[in-house]
């Protein structure tokens, strides 16, 4: 398993959530045991599961986030492009959507 702490940002919003991949490269026999016992496969598909720092509410299906728009477009864009982001990075909800013209900066270099 691989995480990776990200900062989603949207209008007026910024979360900060842990993601974890459930299958890499380095999953133990153990680790595969309980996956495919909790239904995650035989590591075929990638299945990143995102916990909301605060709250702690937690989903490993995009569209199962009470918030459609934001947790979606994030949960969907870090499933997308996981292999290039790396704790830290800012995922920007609002320039996913095209609606800005370039992505947020991360409040921690405020």
């Keep these: 398993m691989k995480q990776k702490i990200l900062e989603i940002r949207d209008r007026a919003t910024f979360i900060s959530v842990l993601a974890t991949e459930l299958w890499t490269g380095k999953t133990t026999i153990t680790e595969r045991y309980y996956l495919e016992r909790a239904g995650y496969g035989d590591g075929g598909s990638r299945y990143i599961i995102m916990t909301r720092l605060e709250g702690l509410e937690t989903q490993c299906?995009?569209?199962?986030?009470?918030?459609f728009r934001t947790m979606k477009a994030a949960h969907v864009y870090i499933l997308q492009h996981w292999d290039e982001l790396e704790s830290g990075d800012v995922v920007d909800v609002e320039f996913i959507n095209s609606e800005s013209k370039e992505p947020k900066k991360s409040e921690r270099f405020l």
């Design 61 to 67: 299906d995009p569209y199962k986030w009470p918030s």
